[in-house]
Structure formats: C-alpha cells, structure tokens
C-alpha cells in the first residue's frame, strides 16, 4: 500500500523517487534530479539507519541543491518540495524537534503475495484504467483536498508504529518491564530501580546510565515527560539519583 500511495501522488503532483537504502545526505549531489517544478521528494523502501535528521534545515527552511558543473539552486520555503519516505522500519530518533517533522501513516497489509491489486480490481493500478476510473480517481482526490483545507490534517491511529518504535529504540524486554514496574508520578531510586531490573530480566551487563536513557527513551515515545535528579537537593542528602515518569 505504500508505494501505491506514493505512486497515486505522482499522478497529482511532479514528483522523484529515490532509493531510501542508498540515501546519503553528504552528497552534495543527492537532489540533482530535482526541479523548479519538483513538488514531491519520495525516499522509497528506507531502511533502518535512514538518517531522518539529515532533512531537518529542509523542511523546515529554504531548500538547496546543487547539479554537476552548474550552479547551486535555492528554492524558497514556500515553493520547495515536501518529502516522503516509505519503510518498514521506524524513523530515528525522538523529542519534539523529530515529531513536528512528522506525519506517521500506518498501511495494513490488505494487498499481498495472494492479493494483489490485479486481482482485486481486474486490471492494473493507473496503467491500465479508462477515462472513467481516471475521472474517478480525480475526483477522489479533490474530495481528499477539501478536506484537508477544511478540516486540516487528521491524525491517524498508529499503535504498531508506536509499539515498533519502543522495540526499535529501548528492546522488547525493557519496555514490557517498564510498563508493569514502573508507577506514573512516583519517584524512585534510579539503583534499587535498575536491581529491580536486572532481577527481573537476568540481564546483568546494564549500566545506570543506558538504563536512565533507555526509561527516558520510554517516557518520550509513549508521550510521557521524564524526570532525573541528582541528589544534592536539600530533601535528598544521601548522594542518590532519583527518576520519575509523569503522565502529561
């Protein structure tokens, strides 16, 4: 469903694809392809060390690129192309700079090895349509642009992405202890905390240090807002650290 989303945009608007297995954004030549009339940048098929960051300064300012033997061009924020990435994985990264940048779809598995479009609609996907299934088409796109003026964007439930996402960055273990051990808005000693653990994993090789980052990973994905602090306040004297999660 993926490409097929993406392939229904190039008919709407002037789009490129590129390769999201080879994507390196050090290459000074990367968006050569790219034109003034380029509206849609697709990063196909990316995998999991896709460098998300590496669009940071372009989607959020000016977009600049260069072509061989001429000169750089700049394109304006507000004509410059926007940017998808299809994958199977999750993007890296958290924190809210990351999480403005992005607007997650989900896609279900409804076409497949024993389904595929073909055989679902008698005929294949834009190449084989008449004026009539073109109009349609149109049509349906126009309806998903009113809305959109209308109504704006509608976010979608993504609970796979989410849970996948957890797994990706903190393991599948840690975030089912995490969710059974840890207590919102209570604050607990981050070493009896990481015995806790270790004791209830077997995992022995975890410092204190990957074993904070990885709760504070935890709390950011699923929403939540994470607290550390270092002994030295005047109600904890006893050279401790402290950790807290709070539902926000």
Known sequence: GKSIFTQALSHLVNAIQLDGKKVDFSDRFLF???NLETKLIVFDDADKKFDFQGLFH???GSFSFERKNQHSIDIPFTDS???AITTNHTLKGEGFSFERRQFILEF???YGVERKPVDVHGGMLFEEWSSVEWNSFYNFAVFCLQTY???GLTESKVKNYQ???LYDSVGRE???WVETALEFNKEYERDLLLDDFKMATGLDNVDSRKFVTNIKRWSEIQGFSFNSEKAGRRDYR???TYVKVKKT
Do not use: C, I
């Open 81 to 83: 192309p926007k940017f």
């Open 58 to 60: 372009r989607t959020t």
């Open 174 to 176: 840690f975030s089912e």
């Open 238 to 240: 006893d050279g401790k």
């Open 149 to 151: 003026l209308k109504e």
């Open 108 to 110: 279900g598995n409804f």
């Open 32 to 34: 050569q392809a790219v």
């Open 163 to 165: 849970t996948k996402k």
